[in-house]
């Protein structure tokens, strides 16, 4: 079998599918028209989320067997083309999850803690300990919103903070020990912390916006590790600047082109986000939150498993 590989991940995913005997080919600078000319040739398909697989991008791939996405989502990718074409679609959500969990709980408690803001204050050679006061996380409620892979490694990691952990997922009875499933009146009722763990999907897009900020019924933190486009950013720094939100821990941005690479992609910076850059009450990150060292390997890894299995 051979099999195209669009972006380069851990040196791991090749060197395992050579040991199950595949041919592995790599188009790291190839532009799409060059990949379109050749797709044709290949079993299998590696990417992470340089171009979109849709159904023009499929027409061309007679012969493709199997997609390796080296990640968890799947926005960039046309699932049902994907069936049509009777394409297995192999995702790792497993290989960053442990990452991503770590990543949302750090951003919580450095927002709580006010960390960056004293951090800068003494910078610029203040020691003030009366502004930088914080608050503890233990004995608040937290809301997760998406109760899958990631969901449930923030909700393990915060086990141990004596909270109360409450989540909604679109699925039934997916909520445990860490975390009592709710309907999202219940967590809009009750929590002080809210955590997306959601896929971008056309139900998440823009979920947290005006009304859901108004509707809840306390001051909140806010940390968004899942996707730039469920959070609406000119109603979250209203919701800021009314202190509705005591602070945001972001990343991902709405901004962030397709393939996560950057958000300075516009002549202008927009003022919203302007105002992310600026604030004092947010913290941001490059979308790496599943990008550690250890998720580089066991994402690959796992892509090498599902091919092993599928097929040996």
């Known amino acids: 079998m051979k099999v195209l590989h669009l972006e380069e991940n851990h040196p791991a995913l090749i060197e395992g599918l050579n040991m199950l005997g595949m041919q592995n080919d790599l188009a790291y600078g190839d532009a ?3 990949v379109l000319a050749k797709i044709g040739q290949y079993d299998g398909l590696i990417i992470r989320s340089k171009y979109p697989i849709d159904a023009p991008f499929l027409a061309h791939a007679k012969k493709l067997k199997f997609i390796g996405r080296v990640g968890a989502g799947l926005e960039n990718i046309d699932v049902k ?138 001051p909140f933190w806010l940390i968004n590790t899942a996707r730039g486009s469920a959070v609406v950013t000119q109603d979250l720094v209203a919701g800021l600047q009314s202190q509705k939100i005591m602070g945001a821990g972001l990343d991902v941005l709405e901004y962030e082109t397709q393939s996560f690479s950057s958000i300075f992609n516009q002549k202008e910076i927009p003022p919203a986000l302007q105002y992310l850059l600026e604030s004092p009450q947010v913290l941001l990150s490059p979308h790496v939150a599943g990008w550690t060292r250890e998720s580089h390997i066991k994402l690959a890894t796992t892509i090498v498993d599902k091919v092993k299995k599928l097929f040996f």
Request: proline content about 1%.
């Open 32 to 34: 799409l028209e060059d």
């Open 81 to 218: 083309a994907v069936e049509s074409h009777n394409i297995h679609l192999l995702n790792a959500p497993e290989g960053n999850r442990n990452a991503v969990g770590e990543h949302a709980l750090g951003m919580l408690l450095a927002l709580m803690n006010r960390l960056k803001s004293g951090h800068a204050s003494i910078q610029s050679g203040q020691w003030d300990r009366e502004g930088h006061r914080g608050w503890e996380l233990s004995g608040r409620t937290v809301g997760i919103i998406g109760y899958g892979n990631t969901g449930k490694s923030f909700a393990q990691k915060i086990s141990g903070f004596n909270v109360e952990t409450l989540c909604v997922d679109l699925l039934d009875r997916v909520g445990d020990h860490n975390a009592k499933q709710v309907d999202l009146k219940t967590l809009q009722a009750r929590c002080d912390v809210i955590s997306l763990h959601i896929p971008q999907t056309d139900l998440t897009r823009a979920m947290i916006d005006k009304t859901f900020i108004d509707t809840m019924a306390h």
